[in-house]
């Protein structure tokens, strides 16, 4: 049974940093391709970056680039999302996935493993 748990979220001020983490189980996580993604109150569920198998690709949505870093250490089946210079447009509520498929994903529907969500919220 895959398992995602995310984990470090919580309230931060504007210009701060929070790193998530999401830990892997029931899955050869060294061999998957891994995402986050973000929902915010109201809105759809958003790309916000994913990392290939080896660790050495990764892509990032426009709104973060620059700002969020996606890491990976398959040692310890755990995948991260360094988030520094957080805006209140960064409050929602965010997901890891994990995919078999061997490329960089963009898409929701190319993620059949999920975790719960954590939620970040910057204040103003």
């Known amino acids: 049974q895959v398992q995602l748990v995310e984990s470090g979220g919580g309230l931060v001020q504007a210009g701060g940093s929070l790193r998530l983490s999401c830990a892997a189980s029931g899955l050869t996580f060294s061999t998957y391709t891994m995402g986050w993604f973000r929902q915010g109150s109201g809105k759809e569920r958003e790309f916000v970056t994913a990392?290939?198998?080896?660790?050495?690709?990764?892509y990032y949505a426009d709104s973060v680039k620059l700002r969020f870093t996606i890491s990976r250490d398959n040692a310890k089946n755990t995948v991260y999302l360094q988030m520094n210079s957080l805006k209140p447009d960064d409050t929602a509520v965010y997901y890891c996935?994990?995919?078999?498929?061997?490329?960089?994903?963009?898409?929701?529907?190319?993620?059949?493993?999920w975790g719960q969500g954590i939620q970040v919220t910057v204040s103003a």
């Open positions: 996935a994990a995919s078999h498929l061997h490329r960089i994903l963009l898409t929701e529907q190319s993620y059949p493993y």
């Open positions: 990392i290939s198998w080896s660790g050495d690709n990764t």
